[in-house]
């Protein structure tokens, strides 16, 4: 039977020279764009992937997509992202994407402005994320330009902008991170807290007990909530046995009431259907989890209406 979805994570990008909004890491490596991605096939993502696409991918008899999120994804100009996706949402008959997560650097001068711009200016903005997972192991594995913003004063500062903002903040950083993202999240407890793509396990078995131990600090703040995402960004040859255990984890961890699916199209659509997403993260859910039926909802439907507002 087609399970309802909210989609809590996913992109889209018009690489047309017609669109203002650019994207220096989509653009050919000669121009400096990006030459490897932890997902796979890089060069695959260096194209258009318009909301006819991603609808089209979604249309499948395991789900029915009723409502989704939009999550920044690294445009020049986080405005222009944002001005592109509400033209997007308003020219779609059911209003896909429901929600934006812009970005903004929390330690910015410009905060202030830019934040009240997007409340005031853009409905669709329910959420901040600024990338900041860092890697000692593996420059390639560090998305943001330096490795303290989650202790810094200045960044610190701006992260509470965003509680009087009423906008949430998705947590984007390694299991070696999370105690400091830990602090901020019982810093603040009002805040809206979401950690995305179930808390990057990049080192995959390797490292399991040491995701576990970052995972268990970010359960312990309960204004945190976990979105079941982005693990085949990790796991290229994914089957079933490979992903239930971080799975199963996270819903340990943060229970149902704390857990929502994300696709992280089309990144993850580089190495899995919609359907077969889907399909697996149901199963392990329902049968290796034992969920119920209103457990099921909560993840795929209402946990995410509810932290987004939609």
Not at 46 to 63: E, G
Not at 81 to 86: G, M
Not at 202 to 208: E, I, S, Y
Request: hydrophobic share 35%; with cysteine; net charge negative.
């Amino acid at each position: 039977m087609a399970i309802e979805i909210v989609d809590s994570h996913h992109h889209l990008w018009s690489l047309s020279p017609s669109n203002p909004t650019k994207y220096s890491w989509l653009r050919p490596v000669s121009e400096g764009g990006i030459a490897w991605h932890v997902a796979g096939d890089v060069e695959s993502l260096k194209q258009s992937y318009l909301i006819d696409d991603y609808l089209r991918d979604v249309t499948n008899p395991s789900c029915q997509l009723i409502k989704s999120v939009h999550v920044q994804a690294e445009a020049d100009d986080p405005i222009e992202e944002v001005k592109y996706l509400e033209q997007v949402s308003n020219e779609n008959s059911h209003g896909f994407p429901h929600a934006i997560v812009a970005h903004a650097n929390l330690a910015s001068l410009e905060l202030p402005k830019l934040l009240e711009t997007y409340t005031r200016d853009y409905p669709r903005v329910k959420g901040i994320r600024q990338l900041l997972n860092w890697s000692n192991k593996d420059s390639r594995l560090s998305m943001t330009d330096r490795p303290d913003y989650l202790t810094d004063k200045n960044w610190l500062e701006g992260f509470q902008l965003l509680t009087s903002h009423s906008l949430s903040f998705d947590f984007h950083v390694y299991p070696s991170q999370m105690i400091d993202a830990s602090k901020v999240a019982r810093q603040y407890p009002s805040a809206i807290l979401i950690l995305d793509h179930c808390g990057l396990p990049v080192d995959g078995k390797n490292d399991f007990d040491s995701w576990k131990e970052g995972m268990k600090h970010m359960a312990e703040q309960s204004n945190v909530i976990c979105k079941l995402s982005g693990l085949v960004m990790f796991n290229h040859a994914w089957s079933k046995e490979i992903l239930a255990p971080y799975i199963i984890e996270c819903l340990r961890l943060f229970t149902p009431k704390r857990c929502m699916f994300g696709s992280n199209f089309p990144v993850d659509k580089l190495n899995i259907t919609y359907e077969e997403l889907v399909n697996v993260y149901r199963d392990i859910a329902e049968n290796d989890a034992g969920l119920t039926k209103d457990e099921l909802e909560l993840i795929f439907k209402q946990n995410a209406i509810k932290t987004y507002r939609l």
